[in-house]
């Protein structure tokens, strides 16, 4: 068994087309049926404000499969530590053995979330896209925008968070590596307004955009809402959407915005519903018109993690890094 | 985070009172809802005939946390390599940091199932047994075996199992370490006949011991069945039994023996059912008088995952065992 470290993770995956295009890949595999994935495991430790997921998907040609454990404990800041964590184990699929443990602390989990926002950027988002807006200014807010821009070429962001100072830094670290002119917005519907892309990552346990606020052309991503209290669009938003994509239908009827939907009594389980990888395997079609209006519901999938946990292991190994355990 | 290798926890955790009572305490949390306990995620590669299966409780008091690993791929035999594996991850109750893998490669699994019957034998047996039965000659049958040694003296043994050479070596094996006469009986119902306590450690898909085979002061231990295919006991036994133990009820109403007897409709959910943690706590009795037929489904938790986990971290940890890694 070989142990790898965050660092050299960092050193070998990153967003990029390879990564992406091993994300569409996991997405079809779903699609097709080529692919065991049981529900999420969830630990709620509410002593410690604490949670723990974990998911795992055996997908259908590849080595390995993934168990990946990550938590998020929302008074570790109060003790200097981070609120999230995370690792993957990679288990053969041929016999079960252990091949390895990926100590990546959640970076896996960033590149993978981030792939699957560019996943349905390239399916969904209008071809040309002026003004992407961005809600929230956490780290995943930051992939999300390096992964659209392997997908779009756009000359704005827009953003907006709740703490000035958070979004300021945001900012500053975001120009460093972003081609585009990155401002800061006053409101929520002040993003949705300006842009043409909008992607909501953010741990939001109430809407933060309306329906009211929806135009012709615009793409919005959800990808925030992970768990049954979390929530980032308005109901209505769904039905409003000429195009209704979620990365799996039955994860998301339980962890998603559609499981708002279904509380709120707007879709049912029985509305025909595409999944990603419906658009990744070309069985159905994404936007068709520029002045649709389209939505993706992500909640993070272990095939994901399956997908993009088999890339690192075999460019790991490729360079021999890791230490190797009996 | 540590990592502990095999020899290294077999040498410090062993199947004696310490950790009997150690499982005891799990048993106590469980049935006092002192414990998180989410439903076993399980993972079925049909294509290489094999399952995995991950279990994970959080219980108040305790440190840390375990997440199990385990799984079963029945064609590995014909690969040179044993059937099954197991580890265990170790997670920090308070913040979520990983503390410790404890490669085990199911050892500790093997202890905290066989104390699970001990526990069992020592609430439900009668107090004088003269001969235990043991239906299967697998690894966990002896550890059953080894444990039944602390909570009752016994002259006798008497096994059956399907594979007359396995069943031999297993005796020669026993033979060192277990102070009784050891017999091969002809078939499960001589067993039963000739024994006070039978302990049922097979991974049958079709019942092995019927319910014209009770007799007045019998108890079983039926360990055997943690899936939904599994199965040793003739559901008409679970009626016939006087006192009816579960180590957890909703669990075993879906994977172990109560499952089959929801299915043949011979229980229902709504009765009074028993579980190992309402004995240890003393809420409720077991064996109130010695003619009583007693009958204990375990199906194993993800409770006695934590509390042998921790025993053996600590334990590990205060002899300087195990590797640190960053």
């Not at 929302?74 to 079960?96: E, H, Q, R, V, Y």
């Not at 615009?218 to 209704?244: N, R, W, Y």
């Not at 389209?294 to 190994?317: K, P």
């Amino acid at each position: 068994m070989n142990i790898f470290k965050q660092s050299d993770i960092q050193k070998v995956v990153k967003v990029n087309r390879e990564t992406i295009s091993g994300i569409e890949d996991a997405f079809t595999s779903l699609a097709n049926g080529n692919a065991v994935m049981p529900p999420v495991m969830r630990i709620d430790i509410e002593e410690y404000n604490g949670e723990v997921d974990i998911k795992t998907a055996y997908l259908k040609g590849y080595d390995l499969f993934c168990i990946k454990i990550s938590s998020g404990f929302f008074d570790n800041p109060k003790l200097g530590l981070p609120s999230g964590n995370g690792m993957m184990l990679l288990i053969c699929a041929k016999t079960g053995v252990p091949a390895a443990i990926l100590m990546d602390h959640g970076y896996l989990t960033d590149v993978r979330t981030a792939a699957a926002g560019a996943v349905s950027a390239k399916y969904l988002a209008p071809t040309d896209v002026h003004t992407v807006g961005i809600i929230g200014s956490g780290n995943q807010a930051g992939y999300q925008l390096y992964a659209l821009q392997q997908v779009r070429d756009f000359k704005k962001v827009l953003v907006y968070g709740r703490t000035n100072e958070r979004v300021e830094k945001w900012v500053r670290n975001m120009k460093k590596t972003v081609h585009a002119d990155i401002d800061i917005a006053e409101s929520p519907k002040d993003v949705v307004h300006r842009s043409q892309v909008v992607v909501t990552a953010t741990p939001s346990k109430e809407p933060l955009l309306q329906q009211e606020w929806l135009h012709p052309g615009l793409h919005i991503t959800a990808m925030g809402s992970d768990a049954e209290h979390k929530q980032e669009l308005d109901p209505g938003i769904l039905t409003h959407a000429d195009v209704l994509v979620c990365d799996h239908k039955e994860q998301c009827f339980r962890l998603g915005e559609l499981h708002h939907g279904l509380e709120a009594g707007v879709i049912t389980q029985e509305d025909d519903m595409i999944e990603l990888g419906d658009l990744t395997s070309g069985v159905r079609k994404g936007r068709t018109e520029d002045g649709q209006i389209t939505v993706c519901d992500l909640t993070g999938t272990g095939a994901q993690d399956t997908a993009i946990a088999n890339f690192a292991y075999h460019e790991l190994r490729s360079r021999n890094m890791g230490m190797k355990l009996d």
